[in-house]
Structures are given as C-alpha cells and as structure tokens.
C-alpha cells in the first residue's frame, strides 16, 4: 500500500472513533430507554395514533410480529407505488409503471435493507416513488435494523428471573419510532444540507438536455425485434455503433436521499452509477464522508453495547475485532488494484503511479477518486451492508473483487449494516464462547448469560440461513437457462458475477458485478427470496435468542469465567467469523475469483 | 401479474411468520426421564 492509501484509511479511521462516541452513547440512551421529557412529549401523539405504550414492553414473539407486519406493509406500498407512479404526482420524465417482478424486487430490496437495484434510478423512478417509497424505507429499514441489535443487547443486559420470566425485549413500536425521529432524522438532515453544500443537487426541476462540447461517439449494445441484446454464437452482447451532441442531464431530489442512504448503510443510489456519479458525490471531502457515514452507526452500536451491559470492555472487544478483519480487507484490495492489469503490462501501457496517474487499475473508476479511495469504498460499503459504490466492482482485479465477495460473505460481521453488524458479530461472539467452552469443558456463558442447547440451535440457523441462500441460489442460477442468459462475461468471471450476486442479495449488502443482467422475471424472483430469507429468517432467530437470554439470570463473574474483552477473545472471535463464516464459499470462491486470478497471472 | 407476485410476497411472509411460531416451541433436550432402575450404561 502506498503513503497515501495509508494516510487515508489513518484519516478514516480517527474521525469514525471520534464521532461513533457520542452517536453510540445516545443509542445506548435509547436502548435503555431513557428519553429526556421534552422528547417523549413529541412522541405521545405519535404512539396514542399507534395506540400502543412505550414502556409496554413485548416478548420477543410479539415484538416480531409486529417488525414483520410492519415491514410487510411497506413492502406493499413500495410496490404499490412504483406500480402507480405514471398517474401519481412528481413524475416530470413521465416515467411509466415499473414491471411488476422489478417493482417487487425493488420493494423486497428496500424493505430489507438490501437496495440491490436491478433497475437504472434516473429511467425508472419518478421523484415520489424515489422519495416517498424509496427514501422512507431507507429509514425503516436502518431502524428495523437496530431496533433489533437492541433488543439483542436487552436480551444480555436484562436480570431474568430463571424459568418464570417472561423475557420482555423492549417495545417494537417505541424503538422504530425513537431510532427513526431521534438518530436517523437529523443525523441525515445534516448530512443532506452537508451534501448540497458539496454540489450534490436536490429539485424537483425536469431533465435537462444541454449540447455537448464535441459530438461523442460510444458503442451500445444492439436490441433485437424483442427489446432484449442481441448476443453473439459465443454469448458476448452485439455492439453496435452511434454518435450524439447531446446529453440529457437526470435531475431530482438526490441530497436527501444520499445522507440516509449512507446512514443507514442502505446504499442504493438515486441514479444508476450510485457515488460513482457527480451529482451524488461531487468532491473528495464528500466521498470521505460518504465513507464515514456508512460506519458511523455501526460502530456507534459497538459503544452502545458496551455502555448498556454495564462493561464497555466488551464493546471495545467486538469493535477490535471488526477493526482489524477490515483493516486486513483493506490491505488486500487496495494493493490488488494498485498492482494493475499483467496484460497491460505486457501491450508497454504505463501503470506506473505518478503525480499526473493513479497508476494500477483504473477500469470502472472514477478519476477524481483513483485507487485509494475507490478500493478503501469498496471494503467500506461491503464490509458494512451498504452497497453503495463509488467504482465498479466488476473490473475490480480477480483479487480486488474477491475482497468484498468474501467480506459479504462473512455474514456482513464487520461492522456490517446498521443493526445487523452487531447483532451478527454478538451471535459468532456467542458461538465462540460456545466453542471456547468446549475446549475448557465448561458451560459456556457470554456476560453472564448461559448458552444453552436452545441458544445454540437458534444460533445454528441464524449462522446457515445466508450460506444456504446463497450457495443453493447460485447453484440454481447456474444450472437454470434462464440464469445463465444473465451472463455477460461467460466463463470464471460470468460464475463470480452470479456467485457475487447471491451474495450480496442473502447478506442484505446491495452491490453488484454490473455484468450480470438481473433485470428479468428470473434474477428478480430468485434475488428477492434471497433478500426477504436472508434478512428476516434471520432476524427471527435473533429476536428469539433474545428473549431466551432476556429470562435467564445473569451470573456473577467467577474465576472461572472465560474473559470476553481481551486479546484472547478477540482472537478467538476472529477466528471463529473466519472458519465458520468464510470455510462454507471456499469451493465457490475457488470456481470464480480463484480461478481468474490464476489465467490473469499464469 | 400483480396478484402473483403480492402473492409471492404474501408467501414469504407466512415463512417468517411460521419461523417465530415454530422456534417458540423449539427447546432443548427433553429432561431425562427417571428411572427406578438407573441407567444401563
């Protein structure tokens, strides 16, 4: 890595620990339930509307039910919109329905804090659906996310009473609508009027066509009688060519949905080129906040761990091991880029950096960004569960995209999405402490709380529900015909783009190989079952583990407790995310990344 | 086509929702029973 990709992951990291403190202490507020009076003031009306109680606390059944009703209902009205928004106001471009099987993707994606987005926003969406459907799911979706790390947390911190406690989680309704109206509200405001101060632009004006300074001649892919691209006898798309002296120039409501698309480690981009586009991240400064955006709740939640189970040891704990899995991300893919292409190498093109180049690869990056910060975003926005892209991952090198590949495939654990990291990384701590007292030949018990044959079978699913979606999702698109016409690159990396694919719809991440068309009645079914099981097939068991520790009695620590906040645990935690999150894609990884490496490099 | 895929969401739904009633009955082992004549082993 150079000085300079270095320098910037330093920057990154300093700034991210110095605003996740106070964010992470105010969740912990939240999460113990204690909000000053003048806000529950504001957030009366709202509950006697609901016509339900804050400190009427739920068990864990009853509070996911009410997350899964409520996540249902928004799933039925992003579709409902994007069917209806060609009679709807706010549609200047007269954008037409969305298909029925992309509309309900489109709504499973975004209800599940997936935004996996088989679609181009600036031809498909009109502002209101982009708006009222799109940016409100953004929200929930974040706070669905963390009302469930809270109930977790809870889970651990509560003083059941044994085999008669009712294993109370907290209140559904009072968590989404605080994390809603007290974090994600201004926190994306701020960050909205930040963002146009930066040139990112927010209207409601029609597109606008300008002349361009030359007239510009590109290739695009040639459309048979059907609408579909025509593919040659050996798969790759028929090219064909044209010019033109204009440019339409997409407009809209973008600053507003950025910030809580970042926030909330949603990710899905207001125009099809997401951050990698001028109008949703015009400078330096941005992207670099951008960056910090997607980790500052997720790493908030670690303190806010600490601070409500009483020991903020343990908090740091998970955070370390976040820490150095991501920092080890980074030092694999930002020299994989900077290390650049052997067949250009060989044709005498300079891949040198210099002060007037980026050198390494810069297919599919931005210029203004070049290969630090287009390789410190992309383990970013996959280490988390955000998806946003600043470059394109499918020409990252063999190597540069198996980094994000396998840190999505991990389980989104490493720092992961708002909620989801947390809740994720506290399930492998507790298989660890598991393994850990096996090897000791003690009941093992994570802050007091024992795991116990129940906790550990509810931990088992919550573990293979993705592996499962994925590696048989896969297997399916690869076999099915209509899989495999997605295909734009056949071959080692046409298996990596459906292989990514799955991946990033079951770990709930969003990103894309673009390669792959998944636009079609296929892909749009197939990503939408992995999206739904990946995100809510998951947080079942979570809630229900909660409510299992929330009854138990909490134990005093003995001399015979394995410590959980020390290098030891760390290492172990570390260990445990790898074998057990990593092993399961070993063969896949092998089929795709592996293989491309190995014919690029021979 | 619309009521096949709300349809298919609906379906999806009742998944998750079966999920929290079935791992509401999920326990552990079943205590072993007690026998008069003590284990064979």
């Given at each position: 890595?150079?000085a300079?990709?270095w320098?910037?992951?330093?920057?990154f990291?300093?700034?991210?620990a110095v605003l996740?403190?106070?964010?992470?202490?105010?969740l912990?507020a939240?999460?113990?339930?204690?909000?000053?009076r003048?806000m529950q003031r504001?957030?009366?009306?709202?509950?006697?509307?609901?016509g339900?109680?804050?400190?009427r606390?739920?068990?864990w059944?009853?509070y996911?039910?009410?997350?899964?009703?409520?996540?249902l209902?928004?799933?039925?009205?992003?579709?409902a919109l994007?069917?209806?928004q060609?009679?709807?106001?706010?549609?200047p471009?007269?954008m037409?329905a969305?298909?029925a099987?992309s509309?309900f993707?489109?709504?499973?994606?975004?209800?599940s804090?997936?935004?996996?987005?088989?679609?181009?926003?600036e031809?498909?969406m009109s502002y209101l659906t982009?708006?009222?459907?799109?940016?409100v799911?953004?929200?929930?979706?974040?706070?669905?996310?963390?009302?469930?790390?809270f109930?977790?947390v809870?889970?651990?911190a509560?003083r059941?009473?044994?085999?008669?406690?009712?294993g109370l989680?907290?209140?559904?309704w009072?968590d989404i609508?605080r994390v809603?109206?007290?974090v994600?509200?201004?926190?994306?405001f701020v960050l909205?009027v930040?963002?146009?101060g930066?040139?990112?632009i927010?209207?409601?004006?029609?597109?606008?066509?300008?002349a361009?300074v030359?007239t510009t001649?590109?290739?695009?892919?040639?459309?048979?009688?059907?609408?579909?691209p025509?593919?040659?006898?050996k798969?790759a798309?028929v090219?064909e060519?044209?010019t033109?002296?204009?440019?339409t120039?997409?407009?809209?409501?973008?600053?507003?949905?950025e910030?809580i698309?970042m926030?909330?480690t949603n990710?899905?981009?207001?125009f099809?080129?997401?951050?990698?586009?001028?109008?949703e991240?015009?400078?330096?400064l941005?992207?670099l906040?951008?960056?910090?955006a997607?980790?500052?709740?997720?790493?908030?939640?670690c303190?806010?761990f600490?601070?409500?189970v009483?020991?903020?040891?343990?908090?740091w704990?998970v955070?370390a091991a976040?820490?150095v899995?991501?920092?080890?991300a980074v030092?694999?893919i930002t020299?994989?880029?900077?290390g650049g292409?052997?067949l250009?190498a060989?044709?005498?093109?300079?891949?040198?950096s210099s002060?007037l180049?980026?050198g390494?690869n810069?297919?599919g990056k931005?210029?203004?960004?070049?290969i630090?910060?287009?390789a410190?975003f992309?383990?970013i926005t996959t280490?988390?569960?955000c998806?946003a892209?600043?470059?394109?991952?499918?020409s990252?090198?063999?190597?540069g995209?198996?980094?994000?590949?396998?840190?999505?495939?991990?389980?989104?654990?490493v720092?992961?999405?708002?909620?989801?990291?947390l809740?994720?990384?506290l399930?492998?701590?507790?298989?660890?402490?598991?393994i850990?007292g096996l090897?000791?030949?003690?009941?093992p018990?994570?802050?007091?709380?024992?795991?116990e044959?129940?906790?550990?079978k509810?931990?088992?699913i919550a573990?293979?529900?993705?592996p499962?979606?994925v590696?048989?999702g896969?297997?399916?698109a690869v076999?099915?015909g209509?899989?495999?016409a997605?295909i734009?690159n056949?071959g080692?990396h046409?298996f990596?783009e459906?292989?990514?694919?799955?991946?990033?719809?079951?770990?709930n991440?969003?990103?894309?190989f673009?390669?792959l068309?998944a636009?079609?009645?296929?892909y749009?079914?197939l990503?939408?079952?992995?999206?739904?099981?990946?995100?809510?097939?998951?947080?079942v068991p979570v809630l229900?583990?909660?409510?299992?520790?929330?009854?138990k009695?909490?134990?005093?620590?003995?001399?015979?407790?394995l410590?959980?906040?020390g290098p030891?645990?760390v290492?172990l935690l570390?260990?445990?995310?790898?074998?057990?999150g990593?092993?399961n894609?070993?063969?896949?990884?092998a089929?795709?990344?592996i293989?491309?490496?190995l014919v690029l490099?021979k | 086509?619309?009521i096949v895929?709300m349809?298919?969401?609906?379906a999806?739904?009742?998944v998750?929702a079966a999920?929290?009633?079935g791992?509401?009955?999920?326990e552990?082992?079943n205590p072993?029973?007690?026998s008069s004549?003590?284990?064979a082993?």
């Amino acid at each position: 890595m150079t000085a300079s990709a270095w320098g910037l992951l330093a920057l990154f990291l300093a700034a991210l620990a110095v605003l996740a403190w106070p964010v992470g202490k105010f969740l912990a507020a939240l999460c113990n339930e204690r909000v000053p009076r003048w806000m529950q003031r504001v957030e009366a009306p709202l509950y006697k509307l609901a016509g339900t109680a804050p400190e009427r606390s739920m068990n864990w059944r009853t509070y996911a039910l009410a997350l899964l009703a409520f996540n249902l209902v928004g799933a039925v009205a992003v579709y409902a919109l994007q069917r209806l928004q060609g009679v709807l106001p706010l549609n200047p471009a007269g954008m037409g329905a969305v298909s029925a099987d992309s509309a309900f993707n489109t709504a499973v994606s975004f209800v599940s804090n997936t935004n996996w987005q088989g679609y181009a926003g600036e031809s498909t969406m009109s502002y209101l659906t982009q708006m009222l459907g799109l940016t409100v799911q953004n929200f929930f979706s974040a706070a669905t996310g963390i009302a469930v790390a809270f109930a977790l947390v809870r889970g651990f911190a509560r003083r059941g009473d044994g085999a008669g406690s009712k294993g109370l989680v907290g209140n559904f309704w009072a968590d989404i609508t605080r994390v809603t109206l007290w974090v994600l509200v201004p926190l994306s405001f701020v960050l909205a009027v930040f963002f146009v101060g930066q040139g990112v632009i927010q209207n409601f004006d029609a597109y606008k066509d300008v002349a361009t300074v030359e007239t510009t001649a590109f290739q695009q892919p040639k459309n048979g009688a059907d609408g579909q691209p025509l593919k040659d006898e050996k798969g790759a798309p028929v090219m064909e060519d044209a010019t033109t002296k204009t440019q339409t120039l997409a407009m809209g409501p973008v600053a507003s949905q950025e910030a809580i698309k970042m926030i909330g480690t949603n990710g899905g981009g207001f125009f099809n080129a997401n951050s990698a586009h001028p109008y949703e991240n015009p400078t330096a400064l941005s992207n670099l906040l951008q960056m910090i955006a997607i980790f500052l709740i997720p790493a908030a939640l670690c303190f806010t761990f600490g601070h409500v189970v009483g020991d903020m040891r343990q908090g740091w704990a998970v955070l370390a091991a976040m820490t150095v899995m991501f920092v080890v991300a980074v030092m694999v893919i930002t020299p994989a880029e900077q290390g650049g292409n052997p067949l250009f190498a060989s044709l005498g093109v300079d891949q040198m950096s210099s002060a007037l180049q980026s050198g390494g690869n810069m297919e599919g990056k931005e210029v203004r960004f070049g290969i630090d910060a287009s390789a410190l975003f992309a383990a970013i926005t996959t280490a988390a569960s955000c998806g946003a892209v600043n470059a394109m991952h499918d020409s990252l090198t063999p190597l540069g995209g198996m980094v994000p590949m396998v840190l999505m495939q991990l389980g989104e654990v490493v720092f992961g999405g708002v909620g989801s990291g947390l809740y994720g990384m506290l399930i492998f701590a507790m298989l660890a402490v598991f393994i850990a007292g096996l090897m000791i030949g003690r009941t093992p018990e994570y802050l007091g709380k024992k795991i116990e044959v129940r906790e550990m079978k509810l931990i088992s699913i919550a573990i293979l529900v993705t592996p499962i979606l994925v590696l048989a999702g896969t297997a399916v698109a690869v076999i099915a015909g209509a899989g495999k016409a997605g295909i734009a690159n056949p071959g080692a990396h046409g298996f990596s783009e459906i292989l990514y694919a799955l991946t990033s719809a079951a770990n709930n991440n969003g990103s894309a190989f673009a390669g792959l068309s998944a636009n079609t009645p296929f892909y749009n079914g197939l990503l939408a079952l992995a999206m739904w099981l990946g995100r809510f097939a998951m947080i079942v068991p979570v809630l229900a583990i909660a409510g299992s520790l929330a009854a138990k009695k909490r134990l005093p620590v003995t001399s015979g407790t394995l410590p959980t906040h020390g290098p030891l645990f760390v290492s172990l935690l570390i260990g445990t995310v790898l074998l057990v999150g990593l092993l399961n894609y070993v063969p896949a990884l092998a089929l795709g990344p592996i293989v491309e490496h190995l014919v690029l490099w021979k | 086509m619309d009521i096949v895929w709300m349809g298919a969401l609906l379906a999806l739904w009742v998944v998750v929702a079966a999920m929290v009633v079935g791992l509401n009955r999920l326990e552990g082992p079943n205590p072993p029973k007690s026998s008069s004549n003590g284990d064979a082993s």
